[in-house]
């Protein structure tokens, strides 16, 4: 059974960095699919951030394109998330989710990890 | 850039009763739509993918129909545990995008 994992600080300074990473369990990275981020204002919709490969090939929602980083880690099962230069807007549930896009039977995002709360405020 | 846009964003009913969920977007996308159940404080979770293909483990009572722009998502015999938001996503082309959910409350 696939679970993913996020982690990291729940609270980031403005104009800082916010950095999460998604640790995989049940299946390794490295035999396939797109793994990838998506959050959610608090009360508000879902926006995809961007996804990445084993290989390291990336894409990534052009909104965000410009302070967007997603990095993989195949040693540790882990695929990590950068958003630069945050500001209140910022502030959400941060989900990690594999991205069934390019596989044999595409089917959106399954499964989701449980998702964490980041707060941009000084 | 795909706009989805779900009707109705609010839907009151009783258990029993038949709902249906509406997904249209603003070009084709052949049958690359998910659709998601969310509950709050919880993360979505895979109904339907391929418009109208059941993902393993969800009840019968849900099913999909649609294809190009215009998209349902049916609730046959409402339950307690359906009370939640309901979002579709398309997947066809970048970048992935949601509507702006559903939310499906007791009347």
């Known amino acids: 059974q696939v679970q993913l994992q996020e982690s990291g600080p729940g609270l980031v300074k403005p104009s800082e960095t916010l950095s999460l990473t998604c640790t995989v369990s049940?299946?390794?990275?490295?035999?396939?699919?797109?793994w990838g981020w998506i959050r959610q204002p608090p009360g508000k919709g879902l926006e995809w951030i961007g996804s990445?490969?084993?290989?390291?090939?990336?894409y990534y929602n052009p909104s965000l394109k410009s302070r967007v980083t997603i990095s993989v880690d195949t040693s540790k099962n882990q695929f990590s998330l950068k958003l630069s230069s945050v500001t209140a807007a910022d502030t959400a549930v941060y989900y990690c989710?594999?991205?069934?896009?390019?596989?044999?039977?595409?089917?959106?995002?399954?499964?989701w990890g449980q998702g964490t709360l980041v707060t941009v405020s000084s | 850039v795909i706009w989805m846009t779900q009707s109705p964003s609010l839907l009151s009913a009783s258990t029993g009763d038949r709902v249906t969920i509406s997904c249209r977007m603003s070009?084709?996308?052949?049958?690359?739509l998910a659709w998601y159940q969310q509950k709050p404080g919880k993360a979505p979770e895979l109904l339907i993918y391929?418009?109208?293909t059941l993902q393993s483990g969800v009840p019968s009572r849900f099913s999909g129909s649609g294809s190009g722009t215009d998209f349902t998502l049916t609730i046959s015999c409402l339950q307690s545990e359906d009370f939640a938001t309901y979002y579709c996503?398309?997947?066809?082309?970048?970048?992935?995008?949601f509507g702006p959910g559903t939310k499906v409350d007791i009347k």
């Open positions: 989710a594999r991205d069934t896009k390019f596989s044999l039977d595409p089917r959106g995002f399954d499964p």
């Open positions: 049940g299946y390794s990275i490295s035999s396939g699919y797109y």
């Open positions: 990445i490969y084993h290989s390291g090939s990336t």
């Open positions: 070009q084709g996308i052949s049958s690359y």
């Open positions: 391929a418009a109208s």
């Open positions: 996503q398309q997947y066809y082309s970048f970048p992935f995008t």
